[in-house]
């Protein structure tokens, strides 16, 4: 069955720190790949998307992104994080490609940026 | 403007009772989608469907029901039998090659 993983549950860190979320899907085929975000009291905005070509994708406020198909893994980072990135990060995955599939959430990643 | 309109931001219901959450889009995608969000469990998908008059369920049909009707509308029904409901609803839609829209959710309580 397709699932989503996100290892992380809370991540803390300091302002200019370097920031990796993991996320791992389960499933052999096609898929397109999603991170959002869920600022604190906000709604789901979404990062970034993958569908197809570059596996490195960027997206919006810096964040960037690694699809590794050997590894089943779409990796969230960011080179430097800001107080204002905290907030929940979900991973989505849509199995077999297709626009009207079925699509799955991680558990989210709740990160706390200090000051 | 296109997007999704959920409706009512909060409701409030009696145990035992059903409830219907609203769900609406004009931005002419094909799927839609019912996700049940709670703190540290992350977006539970409830049912989804991939056109009208079909939908197939998700990870926790149990105690919801749906319908499709029309393309632009996928109702939520929480009966009785959903033993936990009090929960944030988000309502979701997707086209070709577009990420996930999202409606406001509906906030349920049940009192």
């Known amino acids: 069955a397709q699932s989503v993983s996100q290892h992380n549950h809370h991540v803390i860190l300091s302002e200019a720190a370097s920031l990796e979320l993991g996320c791992n899907y389960s499933?052999?085929?096609?898929?397109?790949l999603f991170w959002y975000v869920q600022y604190p009291g906000q709604h789901l905005q979404l990062l970034l998307k993958?569908?197809?070509?570059?596996?490195l994708v960027k997206g919006i406020k810096g964040f960037e992104a690694e699809f590794i198909k050997s590894k089943f893994s779409f990796n969230l980072r960011k080179p430097s994080v800001q107080w204002s990135d905290t907030a929940e990060y979900f991973c989505?995955?849509?199995?077999?490609?297709?626009?009207?599939?079925?699509?799955?959430f991680g558990t989210g990643t709740l990160l706390a940026v200090q000051p | 403007d296109g997007g999704i309109t959920q409706s009512p931001k909060y409701l409030f219901r009696k145990e035992g009772q059903n409830v219907t959450l609203s769900c609406e889009q004009n931005?002419?995608?094909?799927?839609m989608y019912w996700y049940r969000q709670d703190p540290g469990q992350g977006l539970r998908l409830i049912y989804y469907?991939?056109?009208?008059?079909?939908?197939q369920k998700g990870d926790i049909a149990e105690g919801y029901s749906v319908s499709r009707e029309k393309k632009e509308s996928f109702p939520l029904t929480v009966t009785s039998a959903q033993k936990n409901p009090t929960a944030f609803y988000l309502c979701?839609?997707?086209?070709?090659?577009?990420?996930?829209?999202f409606g406001q959710g509906t906030r349920l309580t049940v009192v």
């Open positions: 979701a839609s997707t086209g070709r090659y577009t990420e996930a829209f």
């Open positions: 499933y052999g085929g096609t898929v397109n």
């Open positions: 993958y569908f197809s070509g570059d596996p």
């Open positions: 989505a995955v849509r199995a077999g490609g297709g626009a009207t599939n079925k699509l799955i």
């Open positions: 931005l002419n995608h094909d799927a």
């Open positions: 469907s991939q056109i009208v008059n079909d939908f």
